[in-house]
């Protein structure tokens, strides 16, 4: 059976889901459902009351009808463009010296695979410090640190092409990709993965987001961004005597 109303936040009646977006906006018209996304075994006017200039569920279809083949089960975008993120995060220090010196050195990795599938941040860092001492009157220290990072967040921008709107707005009856007549997943002849549906069929097209699939633009789409960042700190002091000293500073980015 459909899911609940609560559960994807389509209006329905009987557990069927009306053609109605999240906002109230009829997606069909009193005619029917579009063959194309008519899930059930049933012609498109016995499911939406062709009387109802709001497009409910004609009363006197029964819920209980079975599914076309492939569609018993909805799909969930959400399963399709979200994922349980992983996070790996490894450190290594080492530091020693003596009397004159010092030293300090860590090692970091990151790596973070965000639950927008497709989304990725990794990071490598290492830092170092030293300290010496070498004369009562002479001292000084050195820092420096590089950090390597690249980043990839396609499919999150401020368009209609981003997941975390289009799931809140895309009624449960779309499915994620195209089938075929026996219920199967339709193949890609161009990249031999399986065929994303964008609701660009004629006659039948998608009253949502025709055009537009995150699910199958986040596994070509790409938004990398690379960063270099070096920083290095020197210190000397020189001391002449007990109230006068040269101290030296000196940075950079």
Not at 81 to 93: E, H, M, P, S, Y
């Amino acid at each position: 059976m459909p899911k609940r109303n609560d559960e994807v936040g389509c209006q329905s009646a009987w557990g069927l889901h009306n053609a109605v977006d999240k906002a109230g906006k009829v997606l069909y018209s009193s005619a029917g459902l579009p063959v194309g996304y008519n899930l059930w075994n049933a012609d498109g006017e016995w499911l939406i009351n062709p009387y109802d200039a709001d497009g409910k569920v004609n009363p006197s279809f029964d819920p209980n009808i079975t599914r076309r083949a492939g569609y018993e089960e909805l799909e969930s975008w959400r399963d399709a463009i979200f994922r349980v993120g992983q996070k790996t995060d490894a450190t290594v220090r080492f530091s020693g010296g003596n009397e004159k010196v010092t030293y300090y050195t860590s090692l970091g990795y990151l790596k973070d695979e965000g639950y927008y599938i497709g989304s990725d941040y990794d990071r490598f860092t290492i830092r170092s410090n030293v300290d010496f001492k070498p004369k009562k009157w002479l001292k000084g220290s050195l820092n420096a640190s590089y950090a390597y990072s690249t980043m990839n967040a396609a499919g999150q921008g401020d368009n209609m092409n981003n997941g975390f709107a289009y799931v809140n707005g895309m009624p449960v009856i779309y499915p994620v990709h195209l089938y075929n007549e026996d219920g199967t997943i339709k193949q890609d002849e161009r990249t031999g993965d399986l065929a994303f549906d964008y609701g660009m069929h004629e006659g039948s097209g998608r009253g949502f987001g025709a055009g537009i699939n995150p699910a199958g633009s986040l596994l070509y789409d790409r938004d990398n961004s690379v960063q270099h960042h070096f920083t290095a700190a020197g210190m000397l002091e020189v001391k002449f005597y007990k109230d006068l000293k040269l101290t030296v500073n000196a940075g950079l980015m």
